[in-house]
Every structure is written in structure tokens, then in C-alpha cells.
């Protein structure tokens, strides 16, 4: 879920246990899987392939909000935020546009299932060493291996052009090599085991590896790919899979996810935006905000709740609960269900010291998920590691990502701010 790292590698990981986990990460429950968020990986540090921001943001006037929902999706999924890309051939007109691709701020880059793509569109693989790169994204709920090819990425008024792109389950691959297939977790391979049709990773980095996977071949990451098999190779940052908002000519700096509040019972759908840049256009403007730096290797802030610390924190658009460990809350399996609705406060602390105090509620979960509703607030669940503001908080919010080293009105990212 990626200086560019798979930012968040260790999300969720108790999710790999549980049945019908959806997307990269997140959590389920029955009749209601969660939804994605980053690969989990070794975290290589990175200083990614941002540009050299110049002094002042260039100003654009380009379109750059590009519609989001969340509704029913394929699995049913609670809480997933959705959008549709238009992915072209690079440089051509040849382009399908395809529906249901989760957004998520925890990790980078864009993965489609190959089944998703028309036969008609055909996108050029990029090669590594004397075969075809792949690569093993390993999320907190299984693992998606595919190919890496080449691709003009489209949303909204904005393209980014020739960026390497995932595609999942592609039928030309070798089968996920062993050490990829056996890190844990189901293999997110179909529309209902990834509850969706890909996922468009626009975190806090521009790369999902960096130099980690530029200068050695590392594990359940990159691969060369042949006939006979795959082996571990090294990436260059190029050939990366690409955040594809740090590829557009301008707005290229972050990304503002504007949400409406909803009810305490929930909402049957919710419409939002994905705007693009911040501080680029009159509506990515940042004003009276909390900005929360975040670690520049992993993207992480900390959270203090209930007496406890989690130094492992993030907001995560891809996780489709509050995620965190807590013994004031009763279990019903893997979800919190308090008789009554609980409220909390917790503090969010950046790297340098800046803190925001916010409120949550705790829902009882098997209400929530009695009903027809698919967005939530209030439904939260367990976690053994760390923090996850996962979709509920980001409704009734603006909540902005920050890319690591572009220049942004509060300072370089990367960052979170709300």
C-alpha cells in the first residue's frame, strides 16, 4: 500500500487470515470483504523519480477532478471507493475505459486485471534482462502477480503518458513464482477475489519500490520473466510501477480526496471527487489545514489513542475500516460491535512534532452490515500493528496527499493534510 515503497507494508496483515479480503488489503467479514491498500513488502527506502520542483508551482487550468464513488461493487464490498480510468496504447487513440478501479492514497501506481482490458487493446510489455518484467504486489490480504507493461493513463483532463502500469493475471506470464505466491494470504488474481478491477494507487510517492528495487533484486518484488520461468531482478526507477498523478504535466504535486459526510446509519451510496494538485488550481486550494508530515521512507505518522501509541500510521482511502488494536472494544470475529456507538478521540502527530485531535465513532458492525448501506463512518475493526485511518474517516473531509519531494503551498510532501 509505496519513497516509493509499497508504503504501507505491513497494513493489515492480519487480514491475510481471514476469508474474501478484497482489493489490496483492508479486512472482511461476511457479505462485506475489504478493500485494497498497498503491497506489503520489505520497505526499501527511496527518493523516487519526482522532478526538480521548481520555486514557485506552475498554475494550470487544466481539468482536474475526476469523479469517485462508493456504491455496490463487484463483491459487495463496504466502503470501497471507486472511479473509472481511460488506459490508452501509448501515443495512439486506442484506449478502453474501464470501471470499478478502487482509489487508494495507500499505495502507488495503477493495476488492472488483464481481464478488465478489451482483446482489441494492446499494451507493450517492458522488457528485464532477456525476458519480460512482472511483478509480485503483495498486499495484507493476498498478493497480485502480473506483467509490467507501457501505457498513456488518462483521467479527467489530465494524461500521463509511456508510464509502466501492472497487469494482474496476465495469461502470457509464467504462474506467480513460489516465494510470491507463498507470502501469505489469498492470490488477488479475479473480480472476486480483488473485489474490483484494479487498483489506482495515488500515494505519497511516484514509484511504488524506488531505489531499493533500482539497486537490488529483491524479493517479492521485481522479476524477469521467460518461458522456462521467473527469477528476482532490479528494477530502475523508469521501469517502476508509476503513481500516474506524478506523471501529469501539471496537478502533479498530490491529490485531494473531498468527500460528504453521511449518517450515523450509513449511506446507500456516496458521490466525492479526486481532484487533482494541490494548491495548483482554485479548487485544490490549502487553507486552514492540518498538515501532518509524514516519514519520508514509509509514509508513516503516529497515532495516540486510549492510552496507547501507534507509531505505524496512515491514511488510507484503500482500507475500508478504522484498523487498530484495542481492548475496550468488544470483537464479533474481526470487526468492533459495542452494544452502543462508541466515541473516541485520538491525537495524529507528524514527524515534526505537528499534531491534530480528531473524534471517530465505533459502530456495532453486524448493524451496519444487517443493512443495505455501503458507506460507513463508523465501522472499524482489529488490527495487530499500527493505525489505520482507513475510508471512514475521509468522509466529510477533504483530505489531501502530498507527493514525496513536489513542491506543494504547505512545503514539500510527502505529507497528509485535512
Same mark, same amino acid.
Given at each position: ?53 521548481? *520555486? ?206 453521511? *449518517? ?155
Amino acid at each position: 500500500m509505496k519513497s516509493a515503497l509499497r508504503f504501507h507494508a505491513l497494513l493489515m496483515i492480519v487480514c491475510a487470515a481471514l476469508v474474501g479480503c478484497g482489493g489490496g488489503g483492508g479486512s472482511s467479514s461476511s457479505g462485506s470483504s475489504g478493500s485494497g491498500s498497498t503491497p506489503s513488502a520489505s520497505a526499501p527506502t527511496s527518493s523516487a523519480t519526482a522532478p526538480t520542483p521548481s *520555486a514557485n508551482m506552475p498554475q494550470s487550468t487544466t481539468p482536474n477532478v475526476q469523479p469517485v464513488t462508493v456504491g455496490v461493487s463487484p463483491g459487495n464490498t463496504r466502503n470501497m471507493l471507486t472511479t473509472s480510468v481511460t488506459v490508452c496504447q501509448a501515443g495512439t487513440g486506442n484506449c478502453a475505459t474501464i470501471d470499478d478501479i478502487q482509489v487508494d492514497t495507500g499505495s502507488n501506481g495503477l493495476r488492472i486485471l488483464a481481464s478488465a482490458l478489451p482483446t482489441t487493446l494492446s499494451l507493450p510489455t517492458i522488457a528485464a534482462g532477456s525476458g519480460v518484467s512482472a511483478e509480485c504486489a503483495v498486499f495484507g490480504s493476498g498478493y497480485a502477480w502480473g506483467s509490467i507493461h507501457t501505457a498513456d493513463v488518462r483521467m479527467a483532463g489530465q494524461q500521463a503518458s509511456s508510464i509502466p502500469i501492472q497487469l494482474i493475471a496476465d495469461s502470457a506470464l509464467p504462474g506467480a513464482p513460489a516465494d510470491c505466491a507463498n507470502s501469505g494470504g489469498a492470490s488477488l488474481l479475479t473480480v472476486s477475489s480483488l473485489h474490483a478491477n484494479g487498483i489506482l494507487g495515488v500515494g505519497l510517492f511516484p514509484v511504488d519500490c524506488g531505489n531499493g528495487c533500482a539497486n537490488s533484486a529483491l524479493p517479492r518484488w521485481y522479476y524477469s520473466c521467460t518461458t522456462s520461468g521467473c527469477s528476482p531482478t532490479a528494477q530502475p526507477l523508469a521501469q517502476q510501477v508509476t503513481n500516474p498523478v506524478s506523471s501529469f504535466p501539471l496537478d502533479n504535486n498530490g491529490v485531494v480526496i473531498d468527500l460528504p459526510a453521511v *449518517a450515523d446509519a450509513g449511506a446507500a451510496s456516496v458521490s466525492g471527487s479526486l481532484i487533482f494538485g494541490i494548491g495548483t488550481q482554485s479548487n485544490n486550494t490549502l487553507t486552514g489545514t492540518n498538515v501532518l508530515r509524514a516519514n519520508s521512507a514509509t509514509g508513516y505518522v503516529t497515532t495516540n489513542t486510549g492510552g496507547l501509541t501507534y507509531a505505524v500510521s496512515y491514511l488510507d482511502s484503500g482500507s475500508n475500516g478504522l484498523f487498530f488494536h484495542s481492548t475496550q472494544f468488544p470483537l464479533c470475529g474481526f470487526w468492533y460491535c459495542p452494544t452502543s456507538t462508541q466515541s473516541a478521540s485520538a491525537s495524529i502527530t507528524g514527524i515534526d512534532g505537528v499534531s491534530s485531535t480528531v473524534s471517530f465513532d465505533i459502530a456495532n458492525s453486524n448493524t451496519l452490515f444487517s443493512s443495505s448501506n455501503n458507506a460507513f463512518d463508523n465501522l472499524a475493526g482489529n488490527s495487530s500493528l499500527g493505525f489505520g485511518w482507513g475510508l471512514p474517516f475521509f468522509y466529510g473531509k477533504r483530505i489531501y496527499t502530498a507527493i514525496a519531494t513536489r513542491n506543494t503551498s504547505a512545503g514539500q510532501g510527502p505529507y497528509y493534510a485535512f
